[in-house]
């Protein structure tokens, strides 16, 4: 088992003079509900008896699941935020944050679907159905199949089901300044890695990052549609104020 492993190594490194560290060490902790996969930093020392020879050794287990837990989720937005910078649109952003998505260890599948102009559900991309290829259709049958995309959109957070592949989760993309979102989020999660609290603050996360980058280039648009507009009304009150100007002038020298 890795735990025997683990062991094995620690102790095949204790000497007399330090303790030998080992760090981010993933082992399978048992408990009510099942397995769960938990980190550890791990330190042998060994121990003497009366005569100065090694008798044994002492191998301390300190949990380091938290931390590590938090800095692999920072490190994946920032991968995600990097990765989805000049997205065009939201298909773009869709199918560039599977690729950094597909490579989480936390995540078994993962798929993006977006609502095109004719209200369908499409498929921006998808990662790990291999084996159930019927839970990312190209095009989503309906709100409620294969996921429950009308349950998600309606509560505004992560919805869990149980699928062939394990525990997923759905939640919507928002879209800035409306209720109806750019598409969802889909995520099946290992089993021994159940979503918590804090996993699903990291869906909403990812899902505002996606709808952030698919706004952004409607916000561009929209400012350069009012550029030009703006070019086009001052062209526009430049002519009819000339000749005005030219009569303000005159009268200004007769006077």
């Known amino acids: 088992t890795t735990c025997a492993r683990m062991l094995?190594?620690?102790?095949?490194?204790?000497?007399?003079?330090?303790?030998?560290?080992?760090?981010?060490?993933?082992?399978?902790?048992?408990?009510a509900d099942g397995l769960d996969d938990a980190t550890f930093d791990v330190?042998?020392?060994?121990?003497?008896?009366?005569?100065?020879?090694?008798?044994?050794?002492?191998?301390?287990?300190?949990?380091?699941?938290?931390?590590?837990?938090?800095?692999?989720?920072?490190?994946?937005?920032h991968a995600l935020t990097e990765k989805m910078a000049g997205a065009r649109g939201a298909f773009e952003a869709g199918a560039r944050a599977i690729d950094v998505l597909r490579e989480d260890t936390d995540v078994k599948?993962?798929?993006?679907?977006?609502?095109?102009?004719?209200?369908?559900?499409?498929?921006?991309?998808a990662s790990g159905f291999d084996k159930q290829p019927s839970l990312a259709p190209d095009v989503a049958a309906s709100l409620s199949a294969p996921w429950p995309f009308q349950s998600a959109s309606q509560r505004r957070d992560a919805v869990r089901v149980e699928s062939a592949l394990g525990p997923a989760f759905v939640i919507a993309i928002p879209r800035a300044g409306v209720a109806d979102p750019h598409g969802f989020l889909v995520v099946v999660r290992d089993a021994r890695r159940p979503g918590d609290e804090g996993y699903v603050l990291l869906l909403r996360l990812i899902a505002a990052d996606i709808g952030a980058a698919a706004d952004a280039l409607a916000l561009k648009d929209d400012r350069d549609r009012m550029q030009e507009f703006l070019a086009m009304l001052a062209h526009e009150l430049r002519n009819p104020l000339a000749p005005i100007r030219t009569a303000l002038e005159l009268l200004d020298r007769r006077a």
């Open 43 to 77: 330190a042998a020392g060994a121990l003497f008896d009366d005569g100065g020879v090694i008798a044994g050794a002492l191998v301390s287990l300190l949990d380091a699941t938290e931390r590590v837990t938090q800095e692999r989720r920072r490190v994946l937005l």
């Open 109 to 125: 599948a993962c798929a993006i679907y977006v609502i095109d102009e004719r209200g369908s559900l499409v498929r921006a991309g």
């Open 8 to 31: 094995r190594a620690a102790l095949e490194h204790v000497n007399a003079d330090d303790a030998t560290p080992m760090s981010d060490v993933t082992l399978a902790v048992a408990h």
